[in-house]
Every structure is written in C-alpha cells, then in structure tokens.
C-alpha cells in the first residue's frame, strides 16, 4: 500500500552516533495511510458460486494487446491495493496472452488463495467451442497459462459453438468440477431457454450455471432483455456484466464516435447512435459533476443500481482508470439521477 505524505519516523540514535539528517514532517502534512484500504472490507456473495468478491470485476480484455506486460500488472496491482479480488479473462484475449500476463502476476505476487479467478472459454483458436474434447483441451490450457491448479468460475461462452449439445458440455463441466479443475460454472451468450434448459440438467446431477455474464450498460440495454432478466431472476443468478464502459465510452474520453459505429457511418443508425451517446454522456456529466466523481465511476454506479447486477467486468488501460472506476462501487444515485440518464439514453 502506498504511503502518502511525509515519513516522520526518526532512526534510533546511539551515543556517540551522528544525529540522523532524515527531516520531520510538517504539522501539516498528509497523514500516512497504513494497511488495507477500505475497499478491503466490501464483498458481496457471487451467485451460489460460494465467491465472495468485490463488486467490481477487473477485466483483461486489453492485456497483451493494447496494455503490455509490466503496465498490466501495475493496473492488477493497484486493483488489488484498492480492495478488489475478482479477476475475469477470457482464452481468446490476445491468443491467449491476457492468461499468460496474469498468471504471472498470479505467480510472483502469490495471491492466487486471495483473488477469485473467472476465465472464459470456448473461443481460442485452437480449442474452439463448447464440446467435451476441446473443453477439456481449453480448460488444461488456461490452466497452464494462469500458472494454476483451478478457474474458480468457468464462463461458457455458447457464442461460440452453436453444434454441440448442451448435455454434453454440462457432462463435461461435471467431471471438471469434480475433479477440483473448476469451482462454479458460469455462461457467456446464453438465450434465455438454453439457460432453462441447463436448469432441467441441473435437476438430474449436472452442475448449475451460477453467474451470468451478458453484454450490457446504459447504452446497451437490448441484449439483456425481459426473457433473459427473468430467467436470471428465477435462478437467483448473480450477473456480472461486460462491456460495463462500452468499450471506454461511457469513461467519457471518447466523445466524438461510438466504437462499432463505423460500418454504418452514414446512415441514420449511426447518427442515431451518436446522439443519443453525446445526449448520454451529457447526463453523466451532470451526475458527475454533482457527486464529484467521473464518469466512468456514474456509468458503474448506474450498472450496480441495476437489479440482478452484482459486479460489473470492466476493463482498464491505466492505473488511474482503476480508480475511476473503483470509485463507482460508492456511488449510490438517486431515483432522480436514474431516471435522467436513463431519458437521455433512450
């Protein structure tokens, strides 16, 4: 943990020594900030996964590929002294190399019994999809990239593999499960029905899918539809949300076009779109700007003031960034404040 502030302790002196040179603080110094932040002390429960986490997710979509090595874990070291301890990645980030940047970080810092370790799988090249063989293949291959013995939540990204059946993966999922390889199941890409269908398994011995990862924020709220919210209801389904900043737009930096907009450019989808994302960040702004917090720190807020929502998966080019976005998990807006970026997001 860093020190803020002055050091004003003074070294032991022995007779006959020379008096130490190292200066007191100022009266008016910073006070020191000693142990664990209080972020340390905020966990909620992960579903029925039996993961207790911070509310905030720290992706690693962008490590080893936009974010080198060294910068990525001084972002996981200071997600870390902020009180988090979820970490999600994906085998298909960077071909593999956002595992690779984490495992080591895993392994030289040892922290691996301190941090909740969420991996999605089903879309490396070498491994695709959701069948028995391959997800084998996938899971003893994140495993091997992560430096560890276990994935404590494993995503299913049905995305992926439209061909193999879902009894199947569920099978496979049980025998990983049982033999220590995966804590908890979660699923990435699921309709609404495949998600009641994994239920019925679930009833005859298949492990449950406990933790619902689907792409929303204020900007994208379609593909968490009424079917899908309530399913995850019934199932008492924690929801971990990605695209949390819509690719960083919702931090408020990129102002000028939303990112997936460019193939429409043009059309009056696209003029649509960047309207009603100006009109957005406009409302964030203001909310912003009244609580005294940044944007991306709004955008979180509104996403854990969402039903079903326990932690958003965001992710971070800087350290900063961290804690912008740490900094959401305090946020608690009001029914008005909802209510006004929701109008502007409409």
């Known amino acids: 943990m860093a020190y ?47 993961a207790e986490i911070f509310p905030l997710i720290l992706g690693g979509a962008e490590f080893g590929w936009n974010v080198d090595l060294e910068s990525s874990h001084d972002i996981l070291d200071t997600y870390v002294e902020l009180g988090g301890n ?54 003893e291959a994140s495993l091997t990239r992560l430096r560890t013995d276990r994935i404590d939540v494993l995503y299913l990204d049905a995305g992926s593999d439209s061909a193999s059946a879902l009894e199947d993966t569920l099978a496979t999922a049980e025998w990983l499960v049982e033999s220590g390889k995966v804590r908890a199941i979660g699923a990435f890409g699921f309709t609404a029905a495949q998600l009641v269908e994994a239920r019925i398994f679930s009833s005859a011995g298949f492990p449950r899918v406990t933790v619902l ?102 992710n971070a080019y800087a350290p900063q960034h961290v804690e912008e976005l740490v900094q959401g998990v305090g946020v608690r807006l009001s029914r008005a404040q909802l209510a006004d970026i929701a109008r502007a997001s409409e």
């Open 4 to 50: 803020f502030g002055v050091d004003s302790t003074l070294s032991s002196e022995s007779p006959g020594t020379a008096p130490s040179t190292v200066p007191a603080a100022h009266p008016s110094a910073p006070i020191p900030v000693q142990g664990p932040s209080v972020g340390h002390n905020v966990r909620v429960s992960l579903g029925d996964s039996g």
């Open 213 to 314: 990862d689907v792409p929303f924020n204020v900007l994208r709220r379609h593909e968490f539809d009424a079917d899908l919210r309530l399913v995850a209801g019934a199932q008492s389904m924690a929801v971990t949300p990605s695209h949390a900043l819509e690719h960083g737009f919702l931090a408020g930096r990129q102002r000028t076009r939303l990112r997936g907009v460019l193939s429409v450019r043009g059309t009056q989808l696209a003029a649509n779109l960047n309207r009603r994302g100006s009109r957005t960040l406009r409302a964030l702004d203001a909310v912003g700007t009244e609580l005294g917090v940044p944007d991306a720190a709004v955008a979180v807020g509104w996403l854990l003031a969402q039903k079903l929502v326990t932690a958003p998966i965001v």
């Open 86 to 139: 979820a970490v999600h990645t994906s085998d298909s980030f960077a071909a593999g190399r956002s595992e690779h940047i984490i495992g080591q970080w895993l392994h030289s810092r040892g922290l691996r019994d301190e941090i909740v370790l969420a991996v999605r799988v089903g879309g490396h090249a070498d491994n695709p999809g959701l069948g028995s063989v391959n997800l084998i293949r996938a899971v």
